[in-house]
């Protein structure tokens, strides 16, 4: 990792290869991870989906998530393996089921839209919440999409702006400009052209148009 990153050494994803190898050929699940993600990026080795497939699998088989999500990526995208979201849902699930939150989030986007499982809201909204609640951003936004649309739980606009106000404090622009649009509609809140303009004003700084418009109509 420090040849990876350059620290404290020169900076040499050729050294890190070889350092990774060693610890992955002694089946090391990190390192067989590491080394899956370089041969994807053709960091240090010429790239090679086939060789990435070969060491996430390694490590996703010693029950090492961060590989099991990867896998699933993989799956999902065709690369160095047959295309298949039954298969990239069984691996987004294995990592997801360990807690892995981008995984979580993955299967729930899975089970909204049916790629590699039944549809089901009600299972998305598990999943979103699962992630949700380890303050991943995508999932507490698409959480509030869920809770505004009654999609897998029972209707509720104030449920949705609670989950809009997470993501927006964390700094998410679309969260921000949702929670603005909240306040100028007084859905889930009570209306207030301030914190509706306050909110705005965050998305709009971050090049959000939307809410860039909406708030020069405001004013």
């Known amino acids: 990792m420090c040849y990876l990153k350059g620290e404290d050494v020169e900076q040499s994803c050729t050294e890190a290869v070889n350092w990774f190898r060693k610890a992955a050929e002694q089946g090391d699940a990190k390192a067989q991870n590491a080394l899956g993600v370089c041969y994807g990026n ?42 298949s979201y039954t298969e990239s849902a069984e691996w987004f699930r294995k990592a997801a089921e360990q807690g892995y939150a981008q995984a979580q989030f993955n299967l729930g986007n899975f089970y909204y839209s049916g790629l590699g499982v039944e549809p089901s809201y009600t299972e998305a909204v598990k999943w979103f919440r699962k992630a949700a609640d380890q303050e991943l951003v995508q999932a507490q936004v698409n959480l509030a999409l869920c809770y505004r ?17 997470k993501a927006a404090e964390q700094g998410d622009a679309d969260a921000q400009y949702r929670l603005g649009l909240c306040y100028v509609l007084g859905k889930g809140v009570e209306q207030s052209d301030a914190m509706a303009r306050f909110w705005l004003r965050q998305a709009a700084m971050k090049g959000y148009v939307k809410a860039a418009e909406l708030l020069e109509s405001l004013e």
């Not at 086939?50 to 065709?78: C, D, H, M, P």
């Not at 009654?150 to 989950?163: D, N």
């Open 149 to 165: 649309d009654g999609q897998g739980v029972e209707q509720s606009y104030t449920e949705a702006a609670k989950w809009y106000r």
């Open 42 to 83: 053709g960091q240090g080795v010429s790239q090679s989906y086939t060789e990435s497939v070969k060491w996430f699998r390694k490590a996703a088989e010693q029950r090492y998530a961060k590989a099991q999500f990867n896998l699933g990526v993989i799956y999902a995208k065709g690369q160095g393996v047959k295309q």
